[in-house]
């Protein structure tokens, strides 16, 4: 047992440290016109204004060389959702096509509660809504940026 720890201290010595890296993309995606106090971005909608657009702009830098081909799919539910649920998300039938570096996605609190009866139960005053986004470049890659969030106010 003595001998087997030192092997096992120096077999795993070129991985050692990259546990805790951040898994930045290439590409990193933003979202102009949100504010940010800690980690997720977010806007704020009054739950009374149901039918006026939430708007959420994704860009990419344009020094990266690439420009976005499309919204492939969106995830939207409560802050407990996750990247994993992106990649079956069914929240828009189409993609919603690029516009060179940056894409708007755009949709609505009746729209959002339409979608399943844990969205309606959802959209409250003092609460708080999700949106996930899986982005396709021109050359095909897909980035899936962080969580953005409504806050809901009376």
Known sequence: ?????PIL??????DFGTFYEDN???VPVTFPGTTTYGFNPYITKSVKDSTSAIEFTLSI????????KEITRVSAGSSSINA???ATAT???QPIAGNGTSVKFTTTLVEFKSKSAANARLVTANGEIAFMFL?????GETIIPVQVRVRLTA
């Open 1 to 5: 047992m003595i001998l087997c720890f």
């Open 9 to 14: 201290l120096t077999s795993c010595k070129d």
């Open 24 to 26: 930045r993309p290439a």
């Open 61 to 68: 830098p344009e020094s990266s060389g690439r420009t976005i």
């Open 84 to 86: 994993g649920s992106v």
């Open 91 to 93: 929240y828009i039938a």
């Open 135 to 139: 982005v396709t470049l021109d050359n």
